[in-house]
């Protein structure tokens, strides 16, 4: 879904777009030295590395991860460029609205399954939640044959909040097996669930399946966006819910921890 009226300032969106994109342009050098940080999980991720779940090529995409402000000594702590100083003066401020956005939306969630409106949001606090910064450069005709800007995937976390989508490209796969473009206005927020939030509740709410295609009239254009993906704590149980379940339905999916289910994901997708 998209949503509108949220509490998320569009000119905080456009200051951290500006200033990602200040960060893009730099050489590869520069950028190198904000990245090896946990696996990818902070700072820079070059071009074709990552590759989604059961794609064996790898993806058109270079990001930088953006996590909650902690100490220096953290070995999450963020890595900030210092060619951009602007970067890090602005994501923070987006994180934590997004972290916000993603507290309400839950709690709606929540009260229209009947649920404590704290079920899902309360995970959030202290989540290892991530802000990415994409860039999916120009693809020139015949380059990098077999891979899209982003193949097919579902996302791990609970659920994302999508922001900044500069450019066409972005799909979502219906269940009738058809693709169907999202095309966000400037000041619209894409949500979709993640598989965490699908082996709560059972698939009731399954995994948004999505990609990012490689509009041949825009091989020449630079896209850019801002997903947030909203994380339960390392130890929250991700075990289907009792109110998701019945003799009829009986769990999908055996009990698993969050940050273990992360970490096998992660391994799956190249970042582990």
Known sequence: MTIVDHAVASGLVAEVGAACRR???LDEEEKARCGGVAGGARGFTAFGVEHAKDQPAPDLKEFFHIGRDVAPSDPLCNRWPAAVPSLARWAPRLFDALEECSRVLLAALATSYDLP???????????????RALHYPPVSPGHGAGSLRAAPHEDINLITLLCGASEPGL????????WIPVRPAADEIVVDAGDMLARMTNDVIPATTHRVVNPPELSDRHRYSLPFFAHPRSECDLSVMAEFQSDER??????????????????????G
Do not use: C, K, W, Y
């Open 23 to 25: 960060f893009f342009a």
């Open 117 to 131: 409106e704290e079920v899902f949001s309360e995970t959030l606090r202290g989540g290892n939640h991530v802000l």
């Open 171 to 178: 799909e979502i796969l219906r269940p009738d097996g058809d």
């Open 250 to 271: 009986p769990p999908r999916t055996p009990p698993i921890t969050a940050g273990n289910f992360l970490q096998q994901r992660l391994r799956e997708i190249g970042l």
